[in-house]
């Protein structure tokens, strides 16, 4: 149990252009996802925290004009990255904290990753 | 913010050794996670311990919270154990995760 997904896994595309990256809990609930950027041999820094139904919280220094975060249902986060630039090329990684019966818990499961080339 | 340091950077073992890796964390934490992230960037949970000593097959960990650190053991250690190994806390007042820079380990045949 406890399964999230990225979608896609890698993408390629040319500057200037707009890239969605959803992210979903496959088999349980998640009223609170977030957002993670890694550069190559890097940690992992938190972008956003994305709650369902309402707007997303961005930690300091990051665009929320340029990551729109989108959290329509208990299931589904979307971070989509607007006009990107070579800069914004990046493995960006979700993850999902754990909902049953109404409770949260504290841990968190992440996806596999999307690796971001901008050309 | 909470500083979370992670010890040694980097560790080199043969097959069969055991070895720990160490966090220290800055302040009193809600949720402490051990990862392993493999060769494609997958994250896999290792543990969930933010107090308490955990044990799963070849592994194992301890938080001593009080003390603000975390242990995590590899026992009998296998090439497939490479890759990075992060710990990561969130303080008491929320559920934000903050990572360490990571332990590279690297198990030779």
């Known amino acids: 149990g406890a399964v999230v997904s990225q979608h896609p896994s890698r993408v390629i595309c040319k500057s200037g252009t707009s890239v969605k990256i959803e992210c979903r809990s496959l088999?349980?609930?998640?009223?609170?996802m977030f957002w993670y950027r890694q550069f190559p041999k890097k940690s992992l820094m938190l972008m956003a925290t994305?709650?369902?139904?309402?707007?997303?919280?961005?930690e300091q220094g990051v665009e929320k004009d340029k990551f729109l975060i989108n959290h329509a249902s208990l299931t589904l986060s979307t971070l989509t990255v607007t006009s990107a630039h070579p800069e914004d090329s990046s493995f960006y990684i979700c993850?999902?904290?754990?909902?049953?019966?109404?409770?949260?818990?504290?841990?968190?499961?992440f996806g596999p990753g999307t690796r971001l080339t901008v050309l | 913010g909470i500083q979370v340091e992670q010890s040694p950077p980097d560790l080199i073992l043969q097959e069969g050794a055991n070895s720990t890796l160490r966090c220290n964390f800055s302040?009193?934490?809600?949720?402490l996670q051990w990862f392993h992230q493999n060769p494609w960037g997958q994250l896999i949970n290792l543990f969930y311990?933010?107090?308490g000593t955990k044990q799963n097959g070849r592994l194992s960990a301890t938080t001593v919270a009080t003390e603000r650190y975390s242990l995590l053991y590899i026992s009998s250690s296998q090439t497939t154990d490479s890759g990075v190994y992060f710990c990561?806390?969130?303080?008491?007042?929320?559920?934000?995760?903050?990572f360490g820079e990571g332990t590279q380990l690297t198990v030779n045949p």
């Open positions: 993850s999902a904290r754990l909902q049953t019966s109404g409770r949260a818990y504290n841990e968190q499961f």
């Open positions: 088999d349980f609930q998640a009223t609170t």
């Open positions: 994305s709650n369902e139904g309402s707007k997303a919280t961005y």
């Open positions: 302040d009193s934490v809600n949720n």
């Open positions: 311990i933010p107090s």
């Open positions: 990561a806390v969130a303080e008491t007042s929320g559920s934000r995760l903050t």
